[in-house]
């Protein structure tokens, strides 16, 4: 039973397409990340999140952006998606030491 | 700079063998280490982690990790495989950074096990 939600959990668009990835938990946690991971890679850490209106760019450079306004919600953006922004994105959310992580969107775009 | 390596990036095992996963890392002090299966199409599942203490961690599904700071190694353990252990293994290493504010993790690029009948 999930405690942090994504949606969609696939999503196919074109090019140029403005796009909005959701998260959300329902646990109170924090703190919250998106990991980018491409096929057979490790993942990468592209944004996070402290708290409400706390948001860091991660070690990944991203064309992406974030916002956290209210603590479950954590949603990502493209303001035009390309070819080179096809990837899994992964969110995730952590109370001290221990991670929670989100089922992922699939995200490819033609 | 921190960072973990999974030496196996395809791994084929038999059903009920033993299996073991490796995963070393690159940390200036003492590692949150942990370890991650995912299934295709999904998310990703803790199945151990290690903090302190017993260097011998037990997980879910019948995993076992063992910490071991002289050779920079948490590698992971099975005694039996079953066909539903078939995914990527994903090691990771918890980072604390900017006086502690965060957890990032750091991730190795996975082992994808697959299960022979």
């Known amino acids: 039973e999930a405690d942090i939600y994504q949606t969609p959990r696939y999503l196919v668009i074109g090019t140029g397409k403005k796009i909005t990835l959701e998260c959300s938990q329902t646990m109170g946690h924090d703190k919250m990340y998106w990991y980018q991971q491409d096929p057979g890679m490790e993942l990468h850490l592209i944004h996070y999140?402290?708290?409400?209106?706390?948001?860091e760019k991660g070690d990944l450079s991203s064309e992406s952006t974030v916002s956290r306004i209210r603590t479950e919600h954590f949603p990502l953006t493209l303001e035009s998606a390309r070819p080179s922004h096809t990837s899994q994105y992964l969110c995730?959310?952590?109370?001290?030491?221990?991670?929670?992580f989100g089922s992922g969107t699939r995200l490819t775009v033609v | 700079a921190q960072s973990v390596t999974q030496p196996d990036i395809h791994i084929t095992v038999s059903e009920g063998a033993s299996l073991e996963l490796r995963c070393n890392y690159s940390?200036?002090?003492?590692?949150?280490l942990f370890w991650y299966v995912q299934s295709p199409g999904q998310g990703l599942q803790l199945l151990l982690k290690y903090f302190s203490g017993d260097t011998l961690v037990q997980g879910i599904k019948g995993f076992e990790a063992e910490f071991k700071r002289s050779q920079s190694s948490f590698n992971l353990r099975k005694p039996s495989v079953h066909w539903s252990d078939a995914a990527e293994y994903f090691c990771a290493v918890g980072e604390r950074r900017y006086g502690g504010a965060t957890n990032k993790l750091i991730f190795g690029t996975g082992t994808l096990l697959a299960v022979q009948p």
């Open positions: 999140s402290y708290g409400v209106n706390s948001t």
């Open positions: 995730a959310s952590s109370f001290r030491r221990g991670y929670t």
């Open positions: 940390y200036g002090a003492t590692p949150y």
